[in-house]
């Protein structure tokens, strides 16, 4: 359904009410309504955002992003849906802006105007805000043209304005601060420092970060070189280009990430370490800030943190459910100890996060000691180390042993006196999750015993050993058959992952997944439970293929055989399997 602007009441075109009034009671009414409807806030978040608005005097959806309550984007879906408003996806976006020249640039800019095209006497506007109506009917009224409005996300209209207006007004502006940072010596700080809080550097690191947001990134990658400053995006776990800067601007960008950090930024020669919390588009995400220095400057990568992507649930984690049943069992021990293990990013932190979620009630008292905190957990005590004044994860053990707790989850078992700690925890009644580093389940006892950790309190003590990857999902917008599913069908046809109709396929690309073909991951797991049999392998120091062969006669799959199962029903490839596995 159109909305088009009528000057003398702006209603939607076949409707048969006015445009809500969005400084009334009646519009936090009923559009609260609807959100519950939608199932976008509860009962108790409905009657908060609305008693803030009364007291604050400001509009109901502004409270609603301002709370954390609804994010942006989800904001301007349910406006849209609310309003009966199309969104604007990224294929309406034109080559060249209509009206340049006719209507001056900083009135549409400012009040987040976008025109996108004129057809007859139609003109089709991107809005951000559809329920402040002034602008668009000034803009009615100048042009005479018809108003047929879209709702645009204040990321995508950002984008789009840049593209638009913004390239060649930044250009000029970049070209000059990229002289002047390049120089600024690394004596004169205060030159530094004012240039990296100009508008043109603080616009372009806040895009390179809103843009990473977007594209669903989980690292921020500035690696500066002799010739250009290269910004990458780590996506679904590879490596992504997004732009090129000038080399002239390594120092103003690394200067403005590490204000916003609170680093030293006169400290160029050795590695730096902070946190940056922002609230964009309405979400709280938190940035792990690390700095590097090398021969062209300084390598800066931000991990990003982000709460609401964040799904604590094992099925949608992608565990398989005997491995979930399995692993909820062991769980269920009163005491010992249950190692998660695979390589840096392979998702082991946020797998011990779901099982500590599950097993938090008010009746136990959890404890968790990490480097660092990744997420805040309710109802778990968590404690960041911090080695530079002595509190490392031995002495951080020893006095949380003193807590009275129930269950400790160890960031990582990185030593021998860690490892000893969390050996002798188990063995007092306490419930032990930790990490490790190795990459398969039956590694994991050998790495414990060069620790020097004795055979027969490993025997006694692990429980289970869960070892994980991640692997890529095929977007289901533009999946396709494999050619070669025939062949493979025959290939694979006695394996223990062909059960059920094969749906092989291969990646496309759509605008959906920006063109990679994969959107999102999945876990591929493998879980050995230390059995009888395993007690003894263990204690007589087995090497880790008998152990192997062992846990997968007592039924454990492997996960290689894990992920063969997801790629044999289309979740992902082969290829991406052998990938993570490295398996040829």
């Known amino acids: 359904m159109e909305a088009k602007t009528q000057l003398a009441g702006f209603a939607l075109a076949g409707a048969d009410r006015a445009w809500p009034d969005v400084n009334g009671p009646a519009f936090a009414e009923t559009f609260g309504a609807f959100l519950l409807r939608e199932k976008a806030i509860d009962e108790l978040a409905l009657q908060r955002s609305q008693r803030a608005a009364t007291q604050s005097g400001e509009r109901f959806d502004h409270v609603l992003t301002k709370l954390g309550l609804v994010s942006e984007a989800d904001l301007c879906t349910l406006l849209g849906k609310f309003l009966q408003i199309p969104q604007l996806d990224a294929g309406d976006m034109p080559m060249e802006p209509p009206l340049r020249g006719d209507i001056p640039e ?36 100048s042009t005479g043209l018809e108003i047929e409005l879209l709702l645009a996300t204040p990321q995508l209209f950002d984008k789009a304005w840049a593209s638009l207006y913004g390239a060649q007004q930044d250009g000029v502006a970049f070209a000059e601060t990229d002289s002047r940072a390049h120089e600024a010596s690394e004596f004169d700080l205060q030159r530094l420092r004012d240039i990296a809080n100009e508008a043109p550097v603080v616009r372009r690191v806040n895009q390179i970060i809103g843009e990473a947001i977007e594209a669903r990134a989980s690292d921020i990658h500035i690696e500066p070189s002799l010739e250009a400053v290269q910004v990458r995006y780590r996506i679904d776990g590879a490596l992504r280009t997004a732009e090129t800067l000038p080399p002239g601007l390594k120092a103003a960008i690394a200067s403005r990430i590490k204000i916003m950090a609170r680093l030293d930024i006169a400290e160029r020669r050795l590695p730096q370490d902070g946190r940056i919390k922002l609230a964009i588009r309405g979400v709280d995400i938190d940035f792990r800030v690390s700095t590097l220095p090398t021969a062209h400057g300084e390598s800066i990568v931000l991990r990003i943190l982000d709460r609401s992507q964040i799904a604590l649930d094992f099925d949608k984690l992608g565990f398989e459910p005997q491995t979930i049943g399995e692993l909820r069992r062991v769980m269920r021990n009163p005491n010992g100890i249950v190692l998660v293990t695979g390589p840096t990013g392979s998702g082991k932190t946020t797998t011990l996060y779901t099982a500590l979620r599950e097993l938090t009630k008010p009746d136990v008292k959890v404890f968790t000691v990490e480097d660092p905190i990744e997420y805040q957990l309710a109802g778990v005590n968590q404690v960041q180390v911090q080695p530079a004044i002595g509190l490392d994860f031995p002495n951080t053990l020893r006095a949380i042993l003193r807590q009275d707790p129930d269950i ?57 050993v869960l070892a994980q990857r991640l692997v890529r999902r095929l977007c289901p917008h533009c999946a396709t058959p494999l050619e070669t599913r025939a062949q493979l069908r025959a290939q694979f046809a006695g394996e223990i992952f062909a059960k059920g109709p094969d749906r092989l396929s291969a990646p496309g690309g759509c605008a959906q997944c920006r063109n990679l073909g994969y959107a999102g991951r999945s876990t591929i797991a493998e879980l050995l439970i230390m059995n009888d049999r395993m007690q003894r392998l263990v204690c007589e120091s087995a090497p880790d293929g008998e152990l192997e062969a062992a846990a997968r006669e007592n039924g454990m799959t492997t996960m290689y055989q894990c992920g ?7 979740e992902t490839t082969i290829d991406e399997v052998a990938r993570v596995t490295r398996v040829d």
Do not use: C
């Not at 800019?109 to 805000?129: F, K, M, Q, Y």
């Open 564 to 570: 063969m199962t997801k790629a044999w029903r289309g």
């Open 106 to 141: 900083k009135f549409i800019h400012a009040n987040r105007l976008l025109p996108l095209s004129i057809e007859g006497r139609r003109l089709r506007l991107a809005v951000t805000d559809p329920l402040d109506l002034e602008p668009v009917q000034a803009l009615a009224y």
């Open 408 to 464: 400790i989850m160890i960031g990582e078992i990185r030593d021998a006196e860690t490892a000893k700690i969390a050996i002798q925890a188990s063995l007092t009644g306490h419930l032990v999750f930790s990490t490790l580093h190795t990459n398969s389940a039956a590694a994991s006892i050998t790495r414990l015993i060069d620790m020097g950790v004795e055979n027969y309190l490993i025997a006694s003590t692990v429980k289970a």
